[in-house]
């Protein structure tokens, strides 16, 4: 689980790469659709829709000229890309308290067979 989880995120970052939007000057709505259709990854939907919600929340649900909800999609992932590290924890809190249970239970059934 912990390792599906480390995946997911790395395949997140991949998809969303972390860049400085003042580098990439003006971004057009073209732009964007391009780039999500496309392999190569340079962060304009992440600058455009960062900037294009935080002007108006009513944007997230703005359908591009293709028919997508990108910035929707977009907040999306990057809530379970930013939730990921907090689930992997979790996960491993969970698992440890499982372990401590059936250890205990163990014990259990090791001191009651002991005093027989």
């Known amino acids: ?5 480390k995946n997911e995120n790395e395949t997140y970052i991949a998809k969303y790469p972390a860049i400085e939007c003042d580098t990439l000057g ?46 929707l999609k977009w907040s999306a992932e990057k809530a379970l890309q930013i939730a990921f590290p907090f689930l992997i924890v979790l996960s491993i809190v969970v698992i440890n308290y499982i372990m401590q249970l059936v250890y205990a239970g163990q014990l259990r059934i090791f001191l009651i067979s002991s005093l027989q």
């Open 1 to 5: 689980m912990i390792i599906y989880l």
């Open 26 to 71: 003006n971004i057009t709505e073209t732009m964007v659709v391009q780039e999500y259709n496309s392999t190569v990854k340079k962060g304009y939907v992440e600058c455009y829709c960062k900037d294009y919600i935080l002007a108006d929340i009513q944007n997230i649900q703005h359908e591009f000229g293709i028919g997508e909800k990108i910035c």
